[in-house]
């Protein structure tokens, strides 16, 4: 078989991936075995009339944020100040420690704090996070290569607080802690009410959906799916990762591992050096601006990235067949990061698997670019923390 082929994915296979998908969801909301962690978020949709001044902090994969986010109701939105970063490499290494991180991301929120201060703080954090409600959760694992000690098993937005305390910012309260699909989802939902589905295709991968029984987001963390075939080239990357066995999904999608795999398959002398070639690298070859690579190897980068599209098409199909929405209802799917936005062949993917696997029920999905989670999402969920805490009657 040639390289090429082995990253192919049949329809029957696609249409497998998308059962196995609804099975597991299945389970995981029953209280069985499930490879999806089925995080709760302890938000529900909103109305599009939540108002009011937030901080939002987002720490992802790659870039942590600061802003402060007007909401006014509806599209009324504006962003009043906002600093970001790239994360020092050195900081999501294991010899680097709780503390030293979130000094830093304190340092990061004193920039958009005004002197009066005073707003509620809402921190997107992409990575698993077992809630006990909106606002404390402790961190179950790390993903995306981090390795930072000291913060699995501890209360995220305990570390944050005391990191902000001891920087004198007594004045900031983390009222909502919540993972970037959860964000992408709010943002989405704050102006159309049909989004039922937020996910992200950046450097990491996870899919949240709003489930109606609960009224509640759950974050599934489907990176960790893993009922799909793998070929040589994924099992070496799963073996040399910082998690083996973990996140298979997200190794064959995200932006973290495309790269890796590339080179893993290419298996070129020059290219020895684990993660030497990067996920933008696979962009530019397949966009034609890359011009060092053979048709041969340009041909692998397409197949790689038409898989992770396709995959994460049959992960969506499996969502939809779990929420099985009315037969002529229209779903929105939100989808944040620079692999849905940027990538050659990604978001068409993602779209002609879905065309594919929902058949006459594909024309109400829309799937869309959605950006603002970390903002406008992150926002709204301080919104909705707020209001039930006040005990307020939501506005409706
Ligand atoms: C994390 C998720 C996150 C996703 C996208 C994954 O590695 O486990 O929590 O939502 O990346 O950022």
Same mark, same amino acid.
């Given at each position: 078989?040639?390289?090429?082929?082995?990253?192919?994915?049949?329809?029957?296979?696609?249409? +497998?991936?998308?059962?196995?998908?609804?099975?597991?969801?299945?389970?995981?909301?029953?209280?069985? *075995?499930?490879? !999806?962690?089925?995080?709760?978020?302890?938000?529900?949709?909103? $109305?599009? @009339?939540?108002?009011?001044?937030?901080?939002?902090?987002?720490?992802?994969?790659?870039?942590?944020?600061?802003?402060?986010?007007?909401?006014?109701?509806?599209?009324? /939105?504006?962003?009043?100040?906002?600093?970001?970063?790239?994360? *020092?490499? +050195?900081?999501?290494?294991?010899?680097?420690?709780?503390?030293?991180?979130?000094?830093?991301?304190?340092?990061?929120?004193? @920039?958009?704090?005004?002197?009066?201060?005073?707003?509620?703080?809402?921190? =997107?954090?992409?990575?698993?996070?077992?809630?006990?409600?909106?606002?404390?959760?402790?961190?179950?694992?790390?993903?995306?290569?981090?390795? =930072?000690?000291?913060?699995?098993? +501890?209360?995220?937005? $305990?570390?944050?607080?005391?990191?902000? &305390?001891?920087?004198?910012?007594?004045?900031?309260?983390?009222?909502?802690?919540?993972?970037?699909?959860?964000? =992408?989802? %709010?943002?989405?939902?704050?102006?159309?009410?049909?989004?039922?589905?937020?996910?992200?295709?950046?450097?990491?991968?996870? =899919?949240?959906?709003?489930?109606?029984?609960?009224?509640?987001?759950?974050?599934?963390?489907?990176?960790?799916?893993? !009922?799909?075939?793998?070929?040589?080239?994924? #099992?070496?990357?799963?073996?040399?990762?910082?998690?083996?066995?973990? +996140?298979?999904?997200?190794?064959?999608?995200?932006?973290?591992? &495309?790269?890796?795999?590339?080179?893993?398959?290419?298996?070129?002398?020059?290219?020895?050096?684990? !993660?030497?070639?990067?996920?933008?690298?696979?962009?530019? /070859?397949?966009?034609?601006?890359?011009?060092?690579?053979?048709?041969?190897?340009?041909? #692998?980068?397409?197949?790689?990235?038409?898989?992770?599209?396709? #995959?994460?098409?049959?992960?969506?199909?499996?969502?939809?067949?779990?929420?099985?929405?009315?037969?002529?209802? %229209?779903?929105?799917?939100?989808?944040?990061?620079? #692999?849905?936005?940027?990538?050659?062949?990604?978001?068409?993917?993602?779209?002609? $698997?879905?065309?594919?696997?929902?058949?006459?029920?594909?024309?109400?999905?829309?799937? !869309?670019?959605?950006?603002?989670?970390?903002?406008?999402?992150?926002?709204?969920?301080?919104?909705?923390?707020?209001?039930?805490?006040?005990? @307020?009657?939501?506005?409706?």
């Amino acid at each position: 078989m040639c390289i090429v082929d082995k990253f192919k994915l049949s329809q029957i296979e696609l249409r +497998q991936i998308a059962a196995d998908c609804c099975r597991q969801i299945e389970c995981g909301a029953n209280g069985q *075995p499930s490879c !999806f962690k089925m995080l709760q978020s302890y938000l529900p949709l909103p $109305t599009g @009339k939540e108002v009011g001044r937030y901080i939002a902090l987002d720490f992802g994969g790659t870039n942590m944020r600061a802003l402060l986010v007007e909401l006014n109701g509806g599209a009324h /939105i504006s962003i009043i100040k906002s600093v970001a970063h790239k994360i *020092p490499v +050195q900081l999501m290494k294991s010899n680097a420690n709780a503390q030293q991180l979130f000094e830093v991301i304190a340092m990061m929120v004193a @920039k958009v704090a005004t002197e009066q201060g005073g707003y509620p703080l809402a921190h =997107t954090f992409s990575f698993p996070v077992s809630q006990i409600n909106a606002n404390q959760g402790v961190l179950v694992e790390w993903t995306k290569e981090f390795a =930072t000690a000291g913060v699995v098993g +501890q209360c995220v937005n $305990t570390l944050l607080e005391q990191a902000l &305390l001891l920087l004198g910012m007594d004045n900031i309260r983390p009222v909502v802690l919540l993972s970037d699909t959860v964000a =992408t989802l %709010l943002a989405a939902a704050y102006t159309d009410s049909n989004t039922l589905i937020g996910s992200i295709c950046g450097t990491g991968h996870n =899919t949240a959906f709003y489930d109606r029984n609960h009224n509640m987001i759950i974050n599934l963390e489907s990176g960790n799916f893993n !009922f799909m075939p793998s070929n040589e080239y994924d #099992l070496q990357l799963d073996a040399a990762s910082s998690n083996p066995g973990r +996140q298979r999904l997200e190794k064959m999608v995200a932006g973290r591992y &495309l790269g890796e795999l590339f080179r893993l398959a290419l298996a070129r002398a020059d290219f020895s050096e684990p !993660f030497a070639l990067d996920t933008q690298l696979l962009s530019d /070859i397949i966009s034609g601006q890359d011009i060092r690579f053979s048709v041969a190897e340009r041909e #692998l980068a397409v197949s790689i990235v038409q898989r992770a599209a396709s #995959l994460v098409g049959a992960s969506y199909a499996g969502v939809l067949l779990y929420l099985n929405v009315d037969k002529e209802q %229209l779903c929105s799917i939100a989808v944040d990061g620079s #692999l849905y936005e940027k990538m050659p062949l990604y978001a068409q993917g993602i779209q002609s $698997t879905l065309d594919i696997l929902c058949g006459e029920r594909a024309k109400y999905i829309r799937v !869309f670019a959605e950006n603002r989670g970390s903002s406008v999402g992150a926002a709204v969920a301080a919104a909705l923390v707020e209001i039930a805490a006040q005990g @307020k009657e939501r506005p409706c």
